[in-house]
């Protein structure tokens, strides 16, 4: 399977599959004489690792990374860095059904198309499993950017949306939602709870924060920051649509609603009074926070029967049985936020090897 890498100078490669007997990534480019152990990586896999409460799935995964590469008494080497995390609680029975029958909205049907075969125990390397690698990595780039605070919330579970008049950044990490409002995430245990109960799944919308980046960070034409991480953020399984800034809300202001207006600052620093943009422009960071939102979709896996076709082409119906999230975009917070980190540090290490 090809394009499995990301990233220009920064990059990283992931491998493994959902059943298979660990997964795991390269990360190369990454500079040498950073401080890196276990450690530094550990938390962000333990924020995203299912099972932790019964609104994800109850799949039971430690997600202990091992290093087995480009580390020396514990800094970057400059080498290829290698890590490796075993999947020790694979229920591949549950498959039975896939094997004969496409789920409809997943990869089955798709990777049939074009390899002529797949993987259908919980969907190799179309599963979602698929990002505890990159969160792995994303651990990894911000040691390359330690100037960047990057944040990430779910900014609605469905239609229900959060109050930004509630927004508090110290709730996120004390519910299992990555919510910001107390309110909407007591509200939000209730949606779950009956979603799951109807067999059925919901969608998210998660937001994500990057301050600290300076001005000057992206290029015109095809590298541009905003695009690169559009493109990184379509990448996570179940992505269906990547706004930066105001987003599709830019196409519905006025030309001077939507300016963001600039005054001389302190010190030869520019005052905006907004940031509609989402910290970019023509490609390149002005020195605001970078701001992107992404949506995802319900989870395809459902026990609720749904028409489809089998392997032979005859028409059936369908009903998903073994363990999956009600909704995946609860746990796709740290997965959006790692994926910003490795955007940016690619960034980073691209303006430095143009502009010194």
Known sequence: MSWNTFGRVLRFTTWGESHGPALGVVVDGCPPGLELTEEHIQPFLDARKPGQNRFTTQ??????????????????????????IENTD????????????????????????????????????????????????????????????????????????????????????????????????????????????????????????????????????????????????????????????????????????NADSMSPGGGGAVDFASNHSGGTAGGISTGQPVTCRVAFKPTSSILTPVDTITTEGEATRISTKGRHDPCVGIRGVPVVEAMMALVLADQKLLHRAQCG
């Open 59 to 84: 799949r039971r995964e430690a997600d202990e990374v091992l290093i087995l590469s480009g580390t020396f008494e514990g800094r970057t080497t400059g080498t290829p860095i290698s890590l490796m």
């Open 90 to 257: 694979q229920r591949s029975k549950d498959y039975s059904e896939v094997a004969k029958a496409y789920r409809p909205g997943h990869a089955d049907y798709t990777y049939d198309a074009k390899y002529g075969f797949r993987d259908y125990r919980g969907g190799g390397r179309s599963s979602a499993r698929e990002t505890a690698a990159r969160v792995a990595a994303g651990a990894i780039a911000r040691l390359v950017i330690p100037e960047v605070t990057i944040t990430g919330w779910t900014e609605a579970i469905g239609p229900h949306a959060i109050n930004y008049d509630r927004f508090d950044r110290d709730a996120i990490g004390a519910n299992p939602f990555f919510c910001p409002d107390p309110e909407a995430a007591n509200a939000w245990e209730g949606v779950i709870d009956e979603t799951r109960k109807a067999g059925s799944s919901l969608g998210a919308t998660v937001a994500c924060e990057a301050r600290g980046v300076p001005a000057g960070w992206g290029a015109p034409i095809y590298a541009k920051l905003d695009s690169e991480i559009a493109a990184a953020m379509m990448t996570i399984n179940a992505t269906k649509g990547v706004e930066i800034g105001d987003g599709f809300a830019a196409a519905r202001a006025s030309g001077e609603a």
